[in-house]
C-alpha cells in the first residue's frame, strides 16, 4: 500500500541508532499515522502512489515532533487571563499596569508576576488597593502559579477574613492582628479565591484552548506531557476533538493532592488508558513541596526568612504511602520537587518500591540539588524533568529573590541539567507553560546558552549549559523515556507515530541565537500536519 504522505528534507536527524544507514535519511513516509518507511529521495519515488501527498522541504531539517515535558495549555489559560505583567519590574509599573488593566465581570484579573517586582516590600495588597478602588476586587497570580496577591474586595467575596487550616501545606498570610494580607501561598489558600472569581464557558475555552495548541504547533510541538487534569480538561479535549483534530498528542496527568484517599487513588488508577484520537490520560500528578520564592520548596536547611523546611503533605510518609499504591496499581507518577529535601524524598520513595518501579515514577521541576543526589537519578532510573528557561528569573550575580532565599552555594547548584545528563539520567526538557513561554526554539536555544537567545544577559551558571544534541534529546528521545514511550514515539523509524518537525535551520549545528527565530515549514502529530509554515 502506497503512503498517505512523503517527507522530503535536505537532513533528517532521525535520532535513531538503530536505522541502518539513518544518517542519510532524506525521506520518510506516513502511512495512518505510523511511520512506515525512511529512505533517500531516490527510495521515495518507488515509494509514492496516485495518492500520495508529497511534501518536499527543501533545505530544511527534520526532526522526531518536538514534545514539551512539561505544560499546562488548559489550566494555563486559566492562570493566564488577564493582564499579562512579565514586562512589569518594580512597584510602580506594578501599579500603573494593574490601574488600566482591563476588567471581567467586575474583576482585575492579572499573571506572571515577578517577585521581584517587590523590591524589599512584602507581597501585600496594600500596595496596589489605592489604585483600584475600594469596590475593585483583584486577584494578581506570581509567576511561579503557586502563590498569588488578592485584594481586600476580593477576599471577602471569598470569605476569607483570616487564617486557615488545610489539608496540604498552604497559607493565608496575615498580619500580626490576623487580618490578610492578601498573599496566598500554594494551590489549596488561591483556590478559595478561584472558586468566587468569574470564568468563561465551556465552549469559548474550547476554542482558546484548540488556538493555543495550535500556536504551539506552529512552534513545533507535536505533543506535551499535561501536568493539569484537574477540572474540565477531558472535555475540553473531547469537545476540539468532537470536530476537529487535536493540534498536538496530549499524555495527561490528573492531579493527586494530599488527602486523596483509598476511594480517590482507585479513581485515579481507573482513569489510566482513557483516550481520545490524539490525547490519553498516561500516568498521576503529585506535590511534594511548593516554591523557593514562596518559602514552601522543601530544603534541607532552611532559607533565608527561615522557611522551606517542611513537605507540602503534613506527613511526607502518607506521600510515600499514596507513590507505593499507586505503583502496585501500574500507575506511573510524575512528582512536582523543587527543594533538595523533596527530592530526595522523592528518590527515597522510589528506592523502597519494589523492583524499584521500574522506571515508572520521574521528579518535575528540580531547581537546587548537590551531586549525591543527582547521582540516584541515573542509579534508580528516575527520569528528571526540568524546565531550562526557569532559571531565567534569576541572575548570574545572584541577586534576585530565588537566589537571595537561598544563599549563594545552593544558587550555585540551580537547574543542574548538564550534571543529570552526564551521570546518565533521562533528562526531558519542557517549558511548564505559562509559567514560561512554550516554544520550543527558545528553550531549546537557553538550554545551551543558560540565557535567553538574542540578549546579552550574563549566562546563569553557564558550566549547566547542555550540548546541541543533548537539548534536543530532551525534547525527543528523553521526552519519550520518561513516559515511557520510546517504542512509539521520540525518533523517525519505520513503526513509530508519525511525530515529525522541520527547522529552516538545523538545530545539531546552527548558532542558538539564530535558532531561537528560525521558521518551522512542517510540525505533524499522529500523521496529520498541523503546521505548514513558511520555510
Known sequence: MSPDTIVLARTVRTLDDATPGATAVTAV???????????????????????????????????????DGHSHPALGLELSTGADLSAVRD?????????????????????????????????????????????????????????????GPALRAAGVTGP?????????????DGTPTGHLIEHAAMDLVTAV??????????????????????????????????????????????????????????????????????ELASLQGESGRNWLVGGVKLFVDGTVEGGSAWLERPDCHGEGTAALWLDPAEYTDVVRQLDAYGVRTATHAIGDAGVRHVLDTVAALPGRGRGRHRIEHIETLGDEQARRFAELGVP??????????????HTDAWSTRLGIERAERAWICRTLRDTGATLALGSDW???HHDPRGVLAYARLRRHAGTDTAPVNPGQALTALMAL????????????????????????RADLTAFALDPLTADPDAFATAAVPLTMSNGVVTNRGAA
Not at 475 to 483: I, K, S
Open 197 to 266: 472569581m468569574p470564568s468563561l464557558p465551556l465552549a469559548r475555552r474550547r476554542d482558546a484552548l484548540d488556538d493555543l495548541l495550535r500556536r504551539m504547533a506552529a512552534g513545533g510541538l507535536a505533543g506535551a506531557h499535561v501536568m493539569d487534569a484537574g477540572g474540565d480538561i477531558l472535555d475540553l479535549v473531547r469537545a476540539i476533538e468532537d470536530t476537529r483534530h487535536l493540534p498536538l498528542r496530549l499524555r495527561i496527568a490528573p492531579w493527586c493532592m494530599p488527602g486523596t484517599g483509598a476511594e480517590g487513588l482507585r
Open 384 to 397: 528528571a524533568s526540568m524546565q531550562p528557561t526557569h532559571s531565567a528569573y534569576t541572575r548570574a550575580d
Open 91 to 151: 512597584l510602580d509599573g506594578l501599579r500603573a499596569a494593574l490601574a488600566g488593566a482591563a476588567r471581567l465581570d467586575g474583576w482585575v484579573l492579572a499573571w506572571n508576576l515577578d517577585h521581584n517586582a517587590f523590591g524589599d516590600h512584602p507581597v501585600h495588597r496594600s500596595v496596589i488597593e489605592d489604585v483600584l478602588g475600594p469596590d475593585t476586587p483583584a486577584f494578581v497570580r506570581l509567576y511561579d502559579g503557586h502563590s498569588a496577591l488578592a485584594t
Open 164 to 176: 486557615r487550616t488545610f489539608a496540604q501545606r498552604a497559607t493565608v498570610v496575615c498580619d500580626p
Open 473 to 496: 534529546e530532551g525534547y525527543t528521545t528523553h521526552a519519550a523515556r520518561a513516559a515511557g514511550e520510546s517504542e512509539h514515539t521520540g525518533r523517525i523509524a519505520p513503526g513509530l
Open 29 to 67: 513516509a506516513v502511512t495512518d499515522g505510523l511511520i512506515t518507511a525512511v529512505g533517500s529521495a531516490a527510495d521515495a519515488r518507488d515509494w509514492r502512489g496516485p495518492g500520495t501527498e508529497l511534501i518536499d522541504l527543501g533545505d530544511a531539517t527534520l526532526v522526531p515532533g518536538l514534545v
Open 434 to 436: 505559562p509559567i514560561a
